[in-house]
């Protein structure tokens, strides 16, 4: 049993610290995807925003040589592909599905020539990365210090992103409106709400949150873009929400799980151990899958998700 | 007096305007994606003539563009089946990684990373091709039963099936099915178990076959027997299916099963086919652009045909003319999604009715959307 003669409290910091790490791009993208389930729209393009918004904001902080600046720009970069797939999902008649899959292709093909253009073939310089702030005094807390509170600062303000979402949609009136939405819109539309504004709002938020994500990414994990930089993060983002089902509190623990088994087959590889690691992969898709089922209670999905709403 | 530009109350749904916004979308898309192409110095009309003439322009860029497009095919059709029976199944690549894994299985036969007893080559072809269209049914018939009978979302559980199929195939080749060697990948599959060229000179290969002859039967499939009829109805409106006595779930569950052993297909042409061994990262994405080619083809099977050829096409073309002219083949990923994109958005015209001022009522819906 070679496994168990390493796990000591240094094995489980380093592991949870790695998974908090891990945890941090795809919660922010999946707060924002919340939001616009929430709203009745599947945000399936979130893979391609994130792409995107990591482009533009390791451009912005190539060029401006501010990697906050960087930061701030995958956001705006995020806004502004919203408006484009708003657009598609709202306007154009076609399913939010094919947007979605129609989009991620062209965000691919977008990211590599932009990229191209911009950096030419010259090797692309790194960025000076957001360093990790150590919280005054919570820092040096025993096992929690290193875990939660050495992390780069995007991490807090994924955290208080949370916090803020939970807030908004379960306790203001704009969150209700969302959620009324997404459950009925016929019904939402006859209390007087403006359906497509109100979804236009959700898929916003949700690609602002997916282009920070790519921020995230460049500014405090990677330092550098590449084409295959977010290999499926959008997509494991939105098995988190459905794991989260739908709430950003929730969504918190679930990014925390999906962190946790991704760094713990990390870990494991270090050590000789009959259990292959894809299984530990595996294993959040298999219970995203399961909460998905319906097999275990009610799937608890916004009753109009993916169905498309027009005016009479 | 009019307006000039009068809303409809329905869409124009002759096939006239179909065809004509249809073609708006398409030519707007070639010529915004031929504008990418001026940044990086190169002409759009040559450039563009580059890449089909290293796409079509001998026999033998026509035959790799075939080889490109047969998955294409194959996964559009499969798009098609489960599509039209009112499933939003996407979970294509699953199916693709699956069947190509079962069929390496098959061909790695007698050898300790395969099947364990050695087949005989008179049962090979018909083995194979059984095992790769069960993986991928029994693949998509997994999640087709979730959704069938408990309900679930199968847009979401097939994406996530897709990862969960990709960590198999991940663990087949670093595990149970690896070569000696650096590399996670199965041996190099035996000559014989190779897809054969269909002719010298040529470098298709036999699953263009596969391709068509699967494009045949869907057609027919959905055109001339009553169970494609009632796949039809009951995704059409299941309600009114079930009313009038088709079961709705049996024939969502034949078509989710029929469309993953078609995608399973694809993954055995690639296999088989193209890269002669399994290893990680083999599908491509091809599960999605096949998607795509399907909503070109307006999910028509015939269509799909051509359609998928053009994309094939412009895959080879555009990594030929990366090669040889210094062009980004980004742009064919840009021109592929843009002209669905461009289509759909097109369809919003044909809510228009253009007056001209003397004219008689015109239908051309071209009007605006070009600037």
């Not at chain 2, 890449?51 to 490109?68: C, E, H, I, K, M």
């Not at chain 2, 009112?86 to 990684?97: H, K, Q």
């Amino acid at each position: 049993m070679n496994l168990l003669m390493n796990l000591d409290t240094a094995f489980f910091v380093s592991w949870l610290a790695a998974a908090v790490r891990l945890a941090g791009p795809v919660l922010l993208a999946a707060l924002g995807e919340i939001y616009a389930e929430r709203s009745g729209v599947l945000n399936i393009g979130i893979e391609g925003t994130i792409l995107l918004g990591a482009l533009s904001s390791y451009m912005m902080a190539v060029e401006s040589g501010s990697t906050a600046l960087g930061f701030i720009a995958g956001g705006v970069g995020g806004l502004l592909v919203g408006c484009v797939l708003a657009a598609l999902y709202l306007r154009a008649h076609a399913s939010q599905i094919v947007v979605g899959i129609v989009f991620n292709i062209l965000a691919a093909g977008l990211a590599t020539w932009i990229y191209a253009l911009v950096m030419g073939n010259e090797s692309s310089p790194t960025i000076p990365m957001l360093e990790p702030w150590h919280v005054p005094l919570l820092s040096s807390l025993p096992f929690i210090g290193p875990i939660l509170f050495q992390q780069p600062l995007p991490l807090y303000l994924t955290l208080l992103l949370a916090v803020l979402a939970h807030f908004g949609l379960f306790h203001t009136r704009f969150g209700l409106s969302l959620r009324a939405v997404g459950e009925n819109p016929r019904a939402a539309h006859a209390a007087g709400l403006n359906v497509l504004k109100i979804r236009t709002w959700g898929v916003l938020f949700s690609c602002v949150g997916a282009g920070l994500a790519g921020s995230y990414l460049v500014t405090a994990q990677i330092g550098l873009f590449r084409d295959n930089i977010v290999s499926g993060q959008g997509f494991i983002a939105l098995a988190i929400v459905i794991f989260g089902r739908w709430s950003p509190l929730k969504a918190l623990v679930a990014a925390f799980i999906f962190g946790a088994a991704d760094a713990l087959q990390l870990s494991l590889q270090l050590f000789e151990n009959t259990l292959p690691p894809q299984v530990l992969l595996a294993l959040p898709y298999l219970l995203t899958i399961l909460a998905m089922s319906g097999v275990v209670g009610r799937t608890l999905q916004p009753g109009a998700l993916t169905q498309p709403y027009r005016k009479e | 007096m009019k307006k000039l530009l009068e809303r409809r109350l329905a869409p124009a749904e002759s096939t006239g305007a179909l065809v004509l916004t249809s073609f708006c979308g398409i030519l707007a898309a070639f010529i915004i994606a031929g504008l990418l192409f001026i940044p990086f110095g190169g002409n759009p009309l040559s450039a563009y003539g580059f890449l089909f003439d290293a796409a079509f322009g001998s026999l033998r860029s026509f035959g790799l563009s075939l080889v490109q497009s047969t998955p294409l095919m194959l996964i559009a059709l499969a798009t098609i089946v489960v599509w039209r029976a009112g499933l939003g199944y996407i979970g294509f690549e699953g199916c693709f990684l699956l069947g190509a894994a079962a069929a390496s299985w098959i061909a790695l036969s007698g050898t300790p990373q395969g099947f364990p007893w050695a087949i005989p080559a008179l049962l090979y072809w018909p083995l194979v091709l059984i095992a790769a269209f069960l993986a991928g049914a029994i693949w998509a018939g997994w999640v087709g039963a979730l959704r069938v009978k408990f309900g679930g979302n199968d847009v979401l559980i097939s994406l996530m099936a897709n990862y969960v199929a990709l960590f198999i195939v991940q663990y087949l080749v670093s595990g149970p099915m690896r070569a000696p060697g650096d590399l996670p990948q199965t041996p190099r599959l035996p000559v014989e178990s190779w897809l054969p060229f269909v002719m010298n000179g040529m470098r298709a290969h036999w699953g263009i076959a596969i391709a068509l002859v699967a494009t045949v039967f869907v057609f027919w499939l959905m055109r001339a027997t009553p169970a494609g009829f009632e796949i039809k109805i009951a995704g059409l409106n299941p309600r009114a299916a079930r009313y009038s006595g088709v079961d709705v779930n049996r024939r969502q569950m034949g078509a989710v099963l029929l469309g993953g052993g078609l995608a399973a297909l694809a993954g055995l042409c690639a296999v088989l086919g193209v890269q002669h061994r399994l290893m990680e990262g083999i599908s491509g994405g091809v599960g999605f652009i096949g998607v795509v080619v399907a909503l070109l083809a307006r999910l028509n099977p015939l269509l799909v045909i051509p359609t998928a050829i053009l994309y094939g096409g412009l895959e080879v073309g555009g990594s030929a003319m990366q090669r040889q002219t210094g062009l980004p083949t980004s742009v064919v990923l840009i021109l592929q999604s843009l002209v669905v994109l461009l289509i759909l958005a097109g369809d919003l015209l044909r809510y228009y009715r253009i007056n001209l001022p003397g004219g008689r009522q015109s239908r051309s819906p071209l009007a605006e959307e070009q600037s």
